[in-house]
């Protein structure tokens, strides 16, 4: 079989996970399925230079130094502010206050400022705790790790299918508690409002027919566009989705809205899934999806197209619901200061955490790779 081919705009996005957004080589190997061979020969390509890398590296130290000392003593005002009412409560609470508040800080100085002695603090922090408590604390901090690794999006089901795969004995409800007690919940974001189905006009048929459900890769492909705004304007994003495992299989980011927007977006699905047989790929019907290029694409590759009806987007959910997720979880919680930083978080979102990493109901709580992994497993095993 031959190797995988990747766009020039995904090695670029690959390397900025490690440049600029601090990732391992090793870790981004392994979530975008990328030899680290690749990765450093990739690096050498499109990385920064060493001059202006180290210049980049010493003005954050410099700006990380000077934000340490800006929350350092920004703490210790809100500290004080805090140190009235404390001080009117009972040690024990008092202590309390303080263990939670004792990272980065002096404990000799906020025993000082709440008016206990450090002897005193540290036996009620050695004090052993019940069975109970203890099973409470690793419980919840298995809870607050998971739900941090998912960017702080998923709700107590995924997190129970989480503790599970990890091995731990508990019920759904204690979950949903324990969640609830930390304050952790699922990112809700905005529904879209609903649209009325306009008069019908088939361009090519619907082959797909609300078939979201695909019995093995590379039979059913969707793809559609969305836009994200940024202070420099729109970044237009086309995706295309493998309806067997929801897996974003090809993507393309630009300035606006051309006919290569979604060829690019496709041509990479093509050149990562090389499929043998036919493939249906569905699409509305956007003037993108009706060009000479676009259908002269589709036949070249042997890939059969299928469209929406006009103004129907309950015809290609599938895409649709994708760019909610995109949206609710990534997207409305960040203001972006440009184009080429909506494009490295995205990137992040679609193969460092969605496709890798995000659980999904239609899958068996496994994420898109994990899916076609199990897949392949039992195709092996017959």
């Known amino acids: 079989m031959s190797s995988k081919r990747y766009p020039e705009e995904f090695k670029i996005e690959a390397v900025k996970q490690i440049t600029e957004r601090g990732y391992p080589v090793s870790e981004v190997s392994k979530r975008l399925d990328v030899t680290t061979h690749s990765l450093y020969a990739w690096l050498k390509k499109y990385g920064p230079d060493k001059d202006s890398h180290q210049a980049k590296a010493d003005e954050q130290a410099e700006l990380k130094r000077l934000r340490k000392e800006l929350a350092r003593v920004t703490e210790e005002r809100d500290l004080l502010k805090k140190a009235g009412g404390i001080l009117r409560k009972r040690v024990r609470l008092r202590y309390a206050f303080i263990r939670q508040n004792a990272k980065g800080q002096s404990i000799r100085r906020l025993c000082e400022l709440f008016n206990v ?185 042997n890939l059969e197209g299928s ?38 978080d995205i990137f992040d979102y679609i193969e460092m955490f969605y496709n890798p990493k995000r659980r999904h109901s239609s899958n068996n709580q496994l994420s898109p790779v994990e899916y076609e992994k199990q897949y392949e497993m039992r195709l092996k095993s017959v």
């Open 307 to 344: 469209m929406s009806r006009r103004g129907n987007c309950h015809d290609n959910a599938v895409a649709e619901s994708f760019f909610q997720l995109l949206k609710r979880e990534r997207i409305k919680r960040k203001i972006y200061k440009n184009r080429d930083e909506a494009r490295q």
């Open 117 to 301: 002695h450090p002897s005193g603090y540290y036996a009620w922090l050695n004090k052993p705790i019940s069975t109970s408590q203890k099973r409470n604390q690793r419980q919840t901090g298995l809870i607050k790790q998971f739900w941090l690794e998912s960017g702080g999006i998923y709700g107590y089901r995924k997190i129970f299918a989480d503790m599970l795969e990890h091995g731990e004995s508990i019920g759904i409800n204690r979950v949903h508690k324990l969640m609830h007690d930390s304050g952790l919940k699922a990112q809700v974001g905005y529904r879209k409002p609903r649209q009325k189905s306009g008069t019908e006009n088939i361009v090519v048929p619907n082959r797909l027919n609300r078939e979201f459900n695909s019995p093995a890769p590379n039979q059913s492909w969707a793809t559609d566009i969305t836009y994200i705004r940024t202070h420099e304007g729109w970044l237009y994003l086309a995706v295309v989705v493998d309806l067997f495992s929801r897996r974003i299989i090809g993507w393309s980011m630009q300035s606006r809205i051309t006919k290569d927007l979604v060829l690019d977006a496709l041509l990479m699905a093509v050149w990562k899934r090389s499929p043998k047989d036919k493939v249906i790929v569905h699409s509305d019907q956007g003037s993108q999806y009706t060009s000479y290029d676009w259908n002269h694409f589709l036949k070249f590759h």
